[in-house]
């Protein structure tokens, strides 16, 4: 004997069932068949009766819909011989559900019986029609009256069950007929008076379950939707897997905390005659599906699954009063337990002054009101505070039989959700050792789900989630390396990058579930389908989706959007900046952002201020976190003033060879930020800056070489005068080359054991015995003298700017933020 149940979705339509009659027909042992209602019934009902309760006339509206649903599906099913006496069958069931509804209407009043009576007609008709369509292929098939079987307390709406009773009526039921095909309604049942009650939401598993137990069944096969219980709810977590084998404890827990592809009580019956039972999939009943069973595993996952509850309130009990004196949980506990509040957690409280337990927010306000009814007295002589009711809040568990004997997970949990920035208001571990939840505000609960599914089953990747603004040259080098590298990294890294939304001054576009970014299309997709850019909308998106590992890269030079890190970081979304104007602002400023970054937990990185791809501010991390200490730096740092003075030599105008460097991208989008030493004042700051030193753009010199009248009006007007002050330059060439010398522009920071602070840049004449004078085309070189390297210093070289060079430091740095 074998028990199947197949639920709403399952019997949803005409199509669907016929996959359940041929899974039915396929299996050749005795059989009980334990039907749902057809998808959505159960909810339209309860719609009709709460319209109908509310003199709200649609209702009638709600009823004709279910009775065409209903009829056209007996309609498909049914060969036009059969259809007759069924279709009449459903049309006097609607109108006896018509006239229910209709004293509702009249009554203004649904009571938790009226309302059983309304929702049971759902399993009662689809049970019916499946029979119907059974017999008319000529399967000789027995339907059973659940109602009648299955008997129960008076307690409407989520009624327990007299085993005693139910059973001996199913097995004397059975025994008597003949058959080996039984098909029975799901979730229906009744009490003593024989008035219809159900088993609550998601029932129909139960009744299965029941059945199975009744009748020794050797399986119970719960077939729904998805291939099995998963690691996590799929609707939420895309990489959520099946799980292959899970004991009955694990699957209780599971249930419980919230996965709801099987109904929690469903367990207990099976698991008392060890009765193995599977999660098996309508759609691709070829897939293995999970067996529920009392194995041990002893090799695979520690941690079996994730699930999560919503709609909780947290609710705590606090107050001076409460120190030393016992039995206040007590009377907290007994005030809900009278008051039939479901407890779901109840959390590890180490202060002595306070309790907080979660419960279903459609108890909170009951529970306030018993909560603060039975702590009057104290209320009032304010030794206890009024119950302190916070909604909006989930669980969030960790369910394994293996938990137990591995410890360090609790702390695996919590790091994750803290490094993603997801607070967590309280903790439980269940007695049993076999669960670990945690209560967090709604908001973050997919992103919690995500990031623990990611810590606890994807040994295959890591995914991080990335926002470009700025996808001009550099961004768009970036987004190519980021397509080239994006196999290589996900196979040797397990890092999956995923650029979830790009912007550049005009347009905005977002990832979103199922749809991706086409990273070879990207330019036409953010044309056509994106929205006018906004920062602040920007920003807030990135805020509001959520997303584990969110990091937002900075590929401008906009000061505006330097603005939003402040925000950004102090959501736990990480800032990749190539943009320097974060980093050089007042020293205030670049102090709050790295100790916001550290707070929530988040990466600040801007290797890519100094020489682009080159490591010249990861090398000086690494210098003084080792434990040296920079005494002076000496530095080459512009590309593009290198660029410059490497192709100047006098003979052609010093304005076309700066325009050169503009056309190939060698220059900010103003060049005079490059030109008067703007530029490289910010990258000796920043340098200075992670040496340790608290300095500001002020305290560096520029000794800069462009005549005043440069810097007037707009990058037109510029190379103007820049044409007009060839002779300036002609002499400044000349008057190296005298010297048999170059010219170079460097940038100075000096940190003398004495105390001597000093930070300079400015045009050199540079001989040819020094290591500045082979530094040619765009090339940078950094010299950083420590007391490590107190002589010979440390030197980075390399290519200082470009396009592909600073996409891939940028590369780099978000790759940092992956850590792994
Ligand atoms: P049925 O109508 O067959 O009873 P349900 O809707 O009650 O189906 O349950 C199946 C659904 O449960 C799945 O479609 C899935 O979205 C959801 N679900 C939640 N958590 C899990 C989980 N851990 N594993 C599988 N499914 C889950
Ligand atoms: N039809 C009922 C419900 O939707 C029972 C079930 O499908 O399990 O809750
Ligand atoms: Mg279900």
Known sequence: MKVLKFGGSSVANAENIQKVAAIVMANTEQQVVVVSALGGVTDALIKAGTLAEQTNETYKEVLKELEKKH????????????????????????????????????????????????????????????????????????????RKLIKTNSHF???????????????????????????????????????????????????????????NADS??????????????????????????????????????????????????????????????????????TVIDSTVKHDGDIVTGISSINAIALLSLEGSGMIGIPGFSKRLFEALANANINVVLITQSSSEHSICVAVNTSDAVNAKEVVDKTFEIEIAQAKVEPLKVETEHSVIALVGDKMKSHPGISGRMFDALGRNGINVRAIAQGSSERNISAVITHADIKKAVNVLHEAFFENVYKQLNIFIIGVGNVGGKLLGQILQQQTFLQEHLNLQVRVTGIANSKKMLF?????????????????????????????????????????????????????VYEQLLSKAVSVVACNKIAASAPYSHYIELKSLAKEYNALFLFETNVGAGLPVIGTLNDLRRSG???????????????????????????????????????????????????????KILILAREAGEQLEMEDITNNGFLPEECFEGNVDDFYKSLLKY?????????????????????????????????????LKH?????????????????????????????????????????????????????RV
Request: contains cysteine; charged residues 20%.
């Open 220 to 289: 119970l096969e719960i077939w729904t939707d998805v291939s099995g219980m998963m690691t996590a709810d799929p609707r939420w977590v895309p990489n959520a897997k099946p799980i292959e084998r899970i004991s009955y404890q694990e699957a209780m827990e599971l249930s419980h905390f919230g996965a709801k592809v099987v109904y929690p009580p469903t367990i207990q019956p099976v698991r008392q005659k060890n009765i193995p039972t599977w999660v098996k999939n309508t759609f691709a009943p070829n897939d293995a599906g």
């Open 71 to 146: 009829l056209d599906t007996a309609r498909a099913l049914l060969p036009v011989t059969h259809q007759s006496s069924c279709l009449s069958m459903i049309k006097q069931q609607f109108n006896e559900l018509e006239e229910i509804c209709n004293s509702v209407f009249y009554l203004k009043e649904l009571s938790l019986r009226t309302k059983d009576r309304i929702i049971s007609f759902g399993e009662w008709l689809s049970s019916k029609i499946i029979t119907a369509f059974l017999q008319s292929r000529h399967v000789d098939v027995e339907w059973l009256d659940s």
């Open 511 to 563: 990832a979103d579930n199922g749809y991706d970014i086409n990273l070879k299309q990207w330019k036409e997709a953010l044309k056509e389908q994106g929205e006018p850019m906004q920062l602040t909308k920007f920003a807030e998106t990135i805020i509001q989706k959520n997303l584990r590992n969110s990091v937002l890269v900075d590929v401008t030079a906009n000061e505006e959007v330097a603005k």
């Open 628 to 682: 040296d200490v920079v005494t002076r730096i000496q530095a080459v740092l512009s590309g593009t003033l290198n660029f410059v003075f490497n192709n100047y030599d006098a003979t052609r105008p010093f304005a076309e060879v700066v325009k050169q460097a503009q056309d190939e991208g060698y220059t900010e989008p103003d060049p005079r930020l490059d030109l008067g030493g703007t530029d490289v004042m910010r």
């Open 766 to 818: 540079i001989p040819a015995d020094s290591d500045f004078y082979h530094l040619y085309g765009k090339d940078n070189i950094v010299l950083f003298y420590t007391q490590r390297y107190p002589e010979q210093p440390l030197v980075v070289k390399g290519a200082g700017a470009g396009a592909d060079v600073t996409a891939s430091g940028v590369f780099a740095d978000i790759i940092r933020v992956a």
């Open 726 to 762: 060839e002779d300036h330059f002609k002499n400044l060439y000349n008057k190296a080359a005298a010297e048999n010398c170059k010219l170079k522009f460097v940038a100075e920071f000096t940190n003398t054991p004495s105390g001597n602070k000093d930070a300079n840049v400015g």
């Open 157 to 215: 709406g989520f009624a327990a069950v007299n085993f005693e009773t139910t059973n001996q009526l199913i097995t004397t039921t059975i025994e008597a007929v003949d058959k080996n095909i039984f098909l029975a309604p799901g979730f229906i049942s009744s009490d003593n008076n024989n008035n219809t009650t159900t088993l609550g939401r998601g029932g129909s598993d139960y009744t299965a379950a029941i059945y199975a137990s009744a009748l």
